[in-house]
């Protein structure tokens, strides 16, 4: 089983979203799939309302 699929989507009901696939997409929209993308790759599913949201806003226009 992968980490993705141990995470409850609850969280993401809870804030307005089927699952994290389509919370992942709308930050996806909002500060670019590559940004998003490469974050993901490195913070843990557990990290989605918290340290992703601190790194996009932080990161967010920045060159990758």
């Known amino acids: 089983m992968t980490c993705l ?3 409850d989507n609850s ?8 699952n994290r696939d ?3 997409a709308s930050l996806s ?5 590559e940004l ?4 993901t790759s490195i913070l843990p599913p557990s990290e989605d309302f918290d340290g992703l ?3 996009l806003e932080d990161n967010f226009g920045l060159e990758l």
Not at 11 to 18: C, H, L, P, T
Not at 29 to 33: F, L, P, R, V
């Open 36 to 39: 998003v993308e490469a974050l």
């Open 5 to 7: 699929q141990e995470f």
């Open 11 to 18: 969280v993401y009901q809870a804030n307005g979203f089927s």
């Open 53 to 55: 949201i601190s790194e």
């Open 29 to 33: 929209e909002e500060y670019g799939a």
């Open 22 to 24: 389509e919370y992942i």
